[in-house]
């Protein structure tokens, strides 16, 4: 069973940067992805971005792109979301996820999530 834990949520003035993290353990794939979704209250639960974790091929939602950064690091099985130039509508929980194959497809394991406040 694949485990995710995540890091480095908080609070942060408009125009500010935070960096999460996100570690998964548990059973290896060949191509798997890491991905970050958002959740704020009262919507429904949105795609950020996602890697994969063999080839790095990032991609993102239109809202963030040129904003937030999604990167690797293999020998720790972690992803990285470095979200710079926050704004109010950034404010959501934002949670890990894992899929076996990288792409279009289905995420198998998430994350509890961790709350992201863009707020003066």
């Known amino acids: 069973q694949v485990q995710l834990v995540e890091s480095g949520g908080g609070l942060v003035q408009p125009g500010g940067s935070l960096r999460l993290s996100c570690a998964a353990s548990?059973?290896?794939?060949?191509?798997?992805?890491l991905a970050w979704f958002r959740q704020a209250p009262g919507k429904e639960r949105e795609f950020v971005a996602a890697?994969?974790?063999?080839?790095?091929?990032?991609y993102y939602t239109d809202s963030v792109e040129g904003r937030f950064t999604i990167s690797r690091d293999n020998a720790k099985n972690t992803v990285y979301l470095q979200m710079n130039s926050l704004k109010p509508e950034d404010t959501a929980v934002y949670y890990c996820?894992?899929?076996?194959?990288?792409?279009?497809?289905?995420?198998?394991?998430w994350g509890q999530g961790t709350q992201v406040t863009v707020s003066s």
């Open positions: 996820a894992f899929q076996i194959n990288y792409g279009p497809g289905e995420f198998n394991y």
């Open positions: 548990g059973p290896t794939f060949r191509s798997y992805g």
């Open positions: 890697i994969s974790m063999s080839s790095g091929n990032r």
